[in-house]
């Protein structure tokens, strides 16, 4: 079972992972979604959780044109 904290990381992780599968840059990606480069910085750190809302996650999603489920994929 994963905490909070390291679930969050994961989130960031496979963000980071397919907006660079995409080669969309983190302001690109931050402008589309209405939210700043510096906080979809922190969303993908991975040495820093940051909590994520529903509605960036789907927006996120639908911007990386990837099943929202994609990025709640959690890995042992």
């Given at each position: 079972?994963?905490?909070?904290?390291?679930?969050?990381?994961?989130?960031?992780?496979?963000?980071?992972?397919?907006?660079?599968?995409?080669?969309?840059?983190?302001?690109?990606?931050?402008?589309?979604?209405?939210?700043?480069?510096?906080?979809?910085?922190?969303?993908?750190?991975?040495?820093?959780?940051?909590?994520?809302?529903?509605?960036?996650?789907?927006?996120?999603?639908?911007?990386?044109?990837?099943p929202a489920r994609k990025l709640l994929d959690f890995h042992?």
């Amino acid at each position: 079972m994963f905490t909070r904290e390291e679930k969050y990381k994961m989130i960031g992780l496979n963000i980071a992972y397919y907006r660079k599968l995409r080669g969309i840059s983190q302001l690109t990606l931050a402008e589309r979604v209405s939210l700043s480069r510096t906080h979809i910085s922190n969303i993908e750190a991975p040495n820093m959780p940051t909590a994520i809302s529903m509605d960036a996650l789907l927006d996120i999603a639908d911007v990386l044109e990837v099943p929202a489920r994609k990025l709640l994929d959690f890995h042992e």
